[in-house]
């Protein structure tokens, strides 16, 4: 069995839809067609955050990228009794779920779950005999009963999926938007497009709220209706697309294959008093090419003259993989930057800061809202912590639990949370109670206003007129 360290909010989780066939205002990606070998785990009581429209891709949480193997020990995992009907695949997987919570969860107490009362009750579940689809739904559920909104299970399906998305290389046939469901008002909001996509070439925008599919609501009483969105390599679909400000219109697009990785949004701005202010709209932290495409940015926004500031729109980052985060990072800070804590340890996250176009000293404002969660939220924490960048928005969701993700002998695998984070300067701020409070609060949807009259964006640029 082998261990990755991720960091997510299931919170968020999720996340996002790819033009196919992704939810409230957070990362996630909400599942496409299902291709899990059994019934969906509780996690999907969860409300995705955000979704790539066709994948049927989970969200990641946020990965510590290292692959230590553990190796439970036999005195410890109790022998399953004998049983005609019992698969050995599903008691060792189960044993190895076991043990690895047993061992490794962040809280000893297990948040007041007799946990070795849940290995009786569910060892004599899987004894009587259960199909691939009842043992998956049950392993879910065991996690889920942890009650933490960050621990959960991934059946071999969903794990593959998941490192595809990860990996910055999605695959499927859609019209390539990622999207947060906004359910009180009726509509999932475009929050990336994919490049050279039918949505680019449409003409589809960031922010632009899809309301149906075909003439059919895209949100009903049964949630997002990702089954609109979705259909085969060639075939059409009419959205009904309304942009801040303006009248809904109607977009007819041909869906076809998607593929490479997903694009970081990013423009110059000006302030009142002329200034060149860089803009990132960063999504989330769980496609493995966000930091480069972060720098490269900087580049791009740098290239005709330098920049005399930056905005960080982090209002959907749910978070993802520690090594994204920690290159994301390198590019505004340096050094010792907090402390990952367990029931074992505490250990050092620090970052090599790498200078592009004067990164590491421009003045840098941040925005949050209360969908930032997990990495998101650690990122905004770290650079006011540090007294790097200046946050203005909202405070973010309280999520910071870092997730190991485990990976078991049959390709299944969950991300159990493990560690928390403390930061380096205010130690005593406890950022998964009370999250991370903005120095300047401002109020606003989003998904309601354009770049232009966005009251966060607005206040960032005045705050960096008046201060610099």
């Known amino acids: 069995m082998n261990r990755k360290l991720f960091a997510a909010a299931v919170l968020l989780l999720l996340f996002v839809s790819l033009g196919c066939s992704l939810s409230t205002l957070g990362w996630r990606l909400l599942p496409g067609p299902s291709t899990t070998p059994s019934t969906p785990p509780p996690r999907l009581s969860f409300t995705p955050t955000a979704t790539i429209t066709d994948p049927s891709l989970t969200p990641s949480p946020t990965l510590i990228t290292s692959t230590p193997t553990i190796t439970p020990s036999p005195t410890q995992i109790r022998t399953p009794t004998p049983h005609a009907t019992v698969s050995p695949v599903h008691l060792q997987v189960f044993e190895e779920l076991w043990q690895v919570v047993n061992d490794e969860y962040l809280y000893p107490d297990f948040n007041g779950v007799d946990w070795d009362d849940v290995y009786v009750n569910y060892k004599e579940r899987i004894e009587s005999g259960l199909s691939d689809d009842e043992f998956y739904r049950s392993m879910g559920e065991m996690v889920f009963l942890l009650g933490d909104d960050h621990s959960i299970f991934f059946t071999p399906n969903e794990a593959a999926e998941e490192d595809a998305g990860y990996a910055g290389d999605y695959d499927y046939v859609g019209i390539g938007v990622m999207t947060v469901a906004v359910p009180e008002r009726q509509r999932i909001t475009i929050i ?277």
Do not use: C
């Open 192 to 468: 990336s497009i994919f490049p050279n996509s039918p949505a680019e070439e449409a003409g589809l925008k960031v922010r632009d709220g899809i309301l149906a599919a075909d003439g059919q609501p895209i949100i009903d009483e049964g949630g997002v209706r990702h089954d609109l969105l979705r259909g085969p390599e060639g075939s059409t679909v009419t959205l009904t697309v309304k942009y801040p400000d303006e009248e809904p219109r109607d977009v007819r697009l041909t869906r076809r294959r998607i593929t490479g990785g997903l694009d970081v949004p990013h423009q110059v701005l000006t302030t009142p008093q002329g200034k060149r202010i860089g803009y990132i709209f960063l999504v989330t932290f769980n496609d493995s090419t966000v930091d480069d495409q972060v720098g490269k940015a900087l580049k791009e926004m740098s290239a005709a003259a330098p920049l005399d500031g930056l905005i960080i729109d982090n209002r959907t980052n749910n978070g993802g993989a520690s090594n994204v985060l920690r290159g994301t990072l390198s590019y505004f800070t340096d050094g010792k930057l907090g402390y990952f804590v367990n029931r074992q340890q505490e250990e050092p996250f620090t970052v090599s800061g790498v200078d592009v176009r004067d990164s590491q000293h421009m003045p840098m404002v941040v925005i949050t809202g209360s969908e930032t969660a997990s990495f998101g939220e650690i990122f905004a924490g770290i650079l006011q912590d540090v007294g790097r960048a200046y946050l203005v928005g909202e405070p973010t969701a309280g999520n910071v639990e870092i997730l190991y993700v485990y990976e078991f002998s049959d390709g299944s695998r969950a991300w159990i949370a493990h560690d928390t984070f403390r930061p380096l300067n205010q130690p005593q701020q406890d950022w998964e109670r009370i999250g991370v409070l903005p120095d300047l609060t401002i109020l606003s949807n989003w998904d309601e206003a354009t770049t232009e009259n966005d009251p966060a964006i607005n206040a960032a640029l005045e705050y960096i007129d008046s201060h610099w």
